[in-house]
């Protein structure tokens, strides 16, 4: 596995599947599956994206936030299909949440939050790679709701692997994945790992 690639502690001990967390010590486990692969990824975000025009009845109004790391890649090429299939850009803001989480210390951080336009009024598309606990989320309206107040927000994951400790529920989901949480889902993108592909694996036991 590449060093500079990353992902979310979707597991014990960690339990928030949010901000991206550096794996360049943990290689890829044995067994690990691979359950999406490019062509998989491409078709739940062009499905993903005429939900999103459909429900919201075209692109007026609209604007796409991604949660750093990967959520912000899938949020631009949400963007590019929606644009493609309804001929109107819609703008693409990055957030970082960072700072809003609960389980990680802030000290020495530094936001790299990108959303140059105004949220207010706005029918806000939130977009993250995997809704797992809720967490994440909730640390992203937090985020959110600090630069505006928006008409609506909506929530697009790639992946659900389900136990939810907050009352968190995807308007739009590429794929459900039933999971325990002795097991890891991993996301990598092109844009960001040089490989397109969803992967599960078990965790080793505890000693």
């Given at each position: 596995m590449n060093p500079a690639k990353s992902s979310k502690p979707q597991a014990p001990p960690t339990k928030s599947e949010g901000g991206a967390v550096s794996v360049a010590r943990r290689q890829p486990l044995n067994g690990a599956r691979r359950i999406l692969d490019q062509s998989d990824i491409r078709r739940a975000l062009t499905r993903i994206a005429h939900e999103i025009l459909e429900r919201n009845k075209g692109a007026k109004g609209l604007c796409l936030i991604g949660v750093r790391t990967r959520g912000a890649p899938l949020a631009h090429r949400l963007s590019e299909l929606i644009e493609r299939f309804e001929g109107e850009t819609v703008q693409v803001g990055e957030l970082d949440i960072a700072l809003h989480r609960d389980d990680r210390p802030h000290d020495g951080i530094r936001p790299r939050t990108s959303v140059d336009f105004e949220l207010t009024g706005k029918q806000v598309i939130l977009v993250d790679d995997v809704l797992y606990t809720g967490r994440s989320v909730r640390a992203a309206l937090d985020a959110l709701i600090e630069r505006g107040r928006p008409a609506s927000v909506q929530l697009a994951v790639l992946v659900d692997r389900g136990h939810r400790e907050l009352p968190v529920r995807a308007d739009y989901v590429g794929k459900n994945i039933p999971t325990s949480r002795q097991e890891?889902?991993?996301?990598?993108?092109?844009?960001?790992?040089?490989?397109?592909?969803?992967?599960?694996e078990r965790l080793p036991e505890e000693a």
């Open positions: 890891r889902v991993t996301v990598y993108l092109s844009d960001t790992d040089g490989e397109e592909a969803v992967y599960i």
